[in-house]
C-alpha cells in the first residue's frame, strides 16, 4: 500500500492539485490512520461505538475527493486542519443520523472540530517523550501523523492499552477493566508497549 510517508506529502500535494484522481486518493490514503485515530476518540466518547471509524474516514474521504478543488493550502498542516474539519462534519452528520435529530446545529460541528484538534494535539505530545529531540523525519512531518501510523504497526493490546491510558485518558484501574485483564499486566503491558512504540519512532526513551 501507497503511503504518504514514502514521499514528501509537499509534493504530493502538487501533484493532487494538477487534478490527478488517483493521486487525490495516494494524498488522502496516507492520512487513513491518523483520521481513524481521530475518529475512533469521537465515536466513544459521543457514539458509544455503534458507528465503525474506518466508515467514518471513508465517508470523509469522499468529501474530500469531491471538494479538492476548493482546498487552498500548501502545507500538510494545512490539510491536516482541512480534514479534520471535513471529519468533524461526517461525525455530526452521523451524530444526527444516529439520533434522529432534524434540526442542525452548527455549535455541535464546532465543538468537534475544536475536540479534534485538541486530539490532534494529544496524540503527539501524550505519547512521545518529553525530552525527545524529534527525528529528522518528524521535522519534516506532522509528528501526530507520524505516531498514529506507528501506534497502528502496533500489535493490537499494545495499541490498545496506549489509546486508552494517553488518549482516552482512562485510570490504569479503568483500562484493566476494559481490556478484562489483571491491573499489574495492564501496567506491564503498558510499559512495554510505550518503549516500543517510541523505539520505533527513533526515540531512546
Known sequence: MHDVADEHPEAMLRRARSGNGPAIGRLLNGYRRYLRLLARLQISRRLQGKIDASDVVQETFLKAHRSFGQFRGNTEAELLAWLRQLLATTLTDLTYRHFGRQCRDVRLERRLAAELDRSSLAIDRALVAPESSPSQQAVEREQAVLV??????????????????????????????????????????????????????????
Open 148 to 205: 498514529a501510523n506507528a501506534l497502528d504497526d502496533l500489535p493490537e493490546d499494545y495499541r490498545e492499552v496506549l489509546v486508552l491510558r494517553h488518549l482516552e485518558g482512562l485510570s490504569f484501574p479503568q483500562v484493566a477493566k476494559r481490556m478484562q485483564r489483571s491491573l499489574g499486566s495492564v501496567e506491564k503491558l503498558w510499559m512495554r508497549a510505550l518503549r516500543k512504540l517510541r523505539v520505533s519512532l527513533g526515540d531512546s526513551a
